[in-house]
């Protein structure tokens, strides 16, 4: 078994406030868990209103299909949400015990 974890740092320029933020989270975390059916959450930078830092898991029993997964996630959210930047992509799979 493997698990594979995303840390993904996006900067939102078009947000103006929290709840502009906390709407496009929203957005792609529930968009994301129905296609992948992986967990998706915002992990920090909560209180900034540009920044939202993402933490995404999937578990797969093998480790280039975790891998391809966290990969397809990333490249779904950067097709369609454009208006964001990812500042930030740390990718790992590991062996679970």
């Known amino acids: 078994m493997n698990l594979g974890v995303c840390k993904l740092k996006l900067h ?4 103006h406030s929290l709840k502009d ?8 975390t529930s968009r994301v868990q129905k296609k992948y059916n992986i967990s998706v959450a915002e992990v920090d ?4 209103w ?11 029993n093998h480790r280039q299909h975790a891998d391809e997964t966290l990969a397809r996630v990333i490249s779904f959210i950067t097709e369609n949400y454009p208006e964001l930047e990812v500042v930030e992509c740390e990718t790992e799979v590991l062996p679970a015990l």
Request: proline share 4%.
């Open 21 to 28: 933020k906390r709407r496009i989270v929203k957005s792609i």
């Open 45 to 48: 930078d909560q209180d900034l």
């Open 12 to 15: 939102c320029p078009g947000s």
């Open 50 to 60: 540009q920044l939202a830092t993402l933490g995404i898991a999937c578990v797969s």
